[in-house]
């Protein structure tokens, strides 16, 4: 992606997570934000989750974009893209979480520039809970 270390990313991501709460803390209530980005090849990622403690709540919401078709440095597309992804949250938070993505990469065009965001709102506890149950675990409760 750029020449920093992965250390580095990991600060970045961690900064924008923190910016994302404080920006949308009156909405997100006993939720939290949590951001991943990596590039493979000429993709970048980016995925930003919106989750409350026990799990209950995780969305995690993902874009994507060709660095490489782009006129754009790796930075510059990793910004766009986060950006973009941030309106989105906007629209989706004060909205009254009314506004979804596709469970499937769905295409956006930005000022000539295509990308693509999917998401999906998961009960992860619920899901573990369910995961026990089938394999006969005694830990439910």
Same mark, same amino acid.
């Given at each position: 992606?750029?020449?920093? =270390?992965?250390?580095?990313?990991?600060?970045? %991501?961690?900064?924008?997570?923190?910016?994302?709460?404080?920006?949308?803390?009156?909405?997100?209530?006993?939720?939290?934000?949590?951001?991943?980005? +990596?590039?493979?090849?000429?993709? /970048?990622?980016?995925?930003?989750?919106?989750?409350?403690?026990?799990?209950?709540?995780?969305?995690?919401?993902?874009?994507?974009?060709?660095?490489?078709?782009?006129?754009? =440095?790796?930075?510059?597309?990793?910004?766009?893209?986060?950006?973009?992804?941030?309106?989105?949250?906007?629209?989706?938070?004060?909205?009254?979480?009314?506004?979804?993505?596709?469970?499937?990469?769905?295409?956006?065009?930005?000022?000539?520039?295509?990308?693509?965001?999917?998401?999906?709102? /998961? %009960?992860?506890?619920?899901?573990?809970?369910?995961?026990? /149950?089938? %394999?006969?675990?005694?830990?439910? +409760?």
């Amino acid at each position: 992606m750029s020449s920093g =270390t992965s250390v580095e990313l990991s600060q970045k %991501n961690q900064l924008v997570a923190q910016l994302l709460e404080r920006k949308y803390g009156a909405w997100l209530g006993q939720r939290f934000v949590e951001v991943e980005s +990596h590039s493979d090849g000429a993709v /970048l990622t980016i995925k930003i989750t919106l989750r409350n403690r026990d799990k209950s709540y995780v969305y995690p919401i993902e874009g994507r974009i060709m660095f490489a078709d782009q006129d754009m =440095t790796a930075d510059e597309t990793r910004d766009f893209l986060m950006d973009f992804m941030d309106a989105y949250i906007q629209e989706y938070l004060s909205g009254g979480e009314e506004t979804y993505l596709t469970i499937d990469w769905s295409n956006y065009d930005c000022d000539g520039v295509e990308l693509q965001l999917r998401g999906q709102i /998961l %009960n992860v506890n619920l899901e573990d809970l369910a995961e026990q /149950l089938i %394999n006969g675990s005694e830990a439910v +409760h």
